[in-house]
């Protein structure tokens, strides 16, 4: 289903509109499907070049404008859509074409995350207390207010709330950063599946995003320390970013760890089961395979 779905996708640009925009609607009801109609623009631009791409982006706009007119009476919606979703897909894809590099094209990501960064500085004059009064105070006040919470589970609670709210935007920025990749990583997999098969397996166990990526964030991480006020947290945000960015390195040496012992794909499984627990580990793992290459490591026990 999924192969039939990419090879439609690729026969032409009214086909490639259409399931754009229909996923794209259809995310309204269940947001994942924003995944598979940005993966469909990552598609055309990857295996029929940007021009194509562009083409794809700008009719999708359109129809979906005109739906959201009819249905709405709000057109704007579709610009909205394409600013988040369809035009970084557009630009990733585009950049992984022309280099053919997963590194040049993932470290070029990161630009997304900082940039939301940058706006969300730039729009709140405290994006801290914005999170707490707007988003996490809502969520956590009915519960704090249930007469079976102690005085000490709500002073828990609430030091939760503040830690949370200083966080939040290098979160958002994360999310931004995943998101936009997820939509990559699928379409990458769609090229990889219609034309060269096992080919992006290939191309992901062997990512590295290099020493230099390592040194940014050290240099982010010294900034944080040393700086007072808000370049001190922005500086923060920037390094919580590329260290999320190392996951996929980290990722990228399990599964190459996987297949070169044979091992059991319940490792993999496993792995992504609990990835939102130990992000933080793989990430690290990621981080020192610049420095020690973990792999070739593997590759030299198995020699043995």
């Known amino acids: ?9 690729l026969r032409g ?3 490639a509109v259409l399931i754009t925009v229909v996923f794209g609607v259809f995310s309204l009801i269940i947001f994942p499907f924003s995944l598979l109609s940005g993966a469909a623009i990552g598609l055309v631009t990857l295996r ?12 999708a706009i359109v129809a979906t404008a005109l739906i959201a007119f009819i249905s709405l009476g709000e057109p704007f919606f579709a610009i ?10 557009w630009l990733l894809a585009a950049i992984l074409r022309y280099t053919i590099s997963l590194q040049k094209t993932l470290l070029f990501s990161v630009l997304f995350g900082w940039l939301t960064i940058i706006i969300t500085y730039s729009v709140l004059d405290d994006p801290a207390a914005w999170w707490y009064e707007s988003v996490i105070d809502p969520w956590f ?6 007469p079976e919470v102690g005085d000490e589970q709500r002073q828990l609670v609430q030091t939760f ?3 949370s709210a200083e966080v939040m935007t290098g979160a958002l920025a994360v999310f931004i950063m995943y998101y936009h990749l997820l939509m990559l990583i699928i379409a990458r997999w769609w090229q990889s599946m219609l034309y060269n098969p096992g080919g992006f397996r290939s191309e992901f166990c ?3 995003l290099g020493k230099a990526l390592t040194l940014t964030l050290l240099g982010f991480g010294a900034v944080t320390m040393l700086a007072t006020g808000n370049v001190s947290t922005i500086a923060g945000h920037f390094a919580v970013v590329v260290f999320a960015l190392f996951t996929l390195q980290g990722l990228a040496i399990i599964h190459s760890v996987v297949e070169k012992l044979s091992a059991s794909t319940s490792w993999l499984v496993a792995a992504y089961i609990f990835l939102y627990f130990i992000w933080q580990f793989v990430a690290l793992a990621g981080l020192l395979d610049n420095w020690l290459n973990l792999r070739n490591y593997v590759n030299k026990k198995k020699s043995v």
């Open 1 to 9: 289903m999924i192969r039939s779905l990419a090879s439609y996708v």
């Open 13 to 15: 640009p009214m086909q």
């Open 48 to 59: 029929q070049g940007m021009k194509q791409g562009a083409i794809v982006v700008i009719s």
């Open 80 to 89: 909205g859509f394409a600013a988040i979703v369809w035009i970084p897909i």
């Open 141 to 146: 006040t009915p519960v704090l207010n249930q």
């Open 161 to 163: 709330m503040k830690e």
């Open 206 to 208: 062997s990512l590295n």
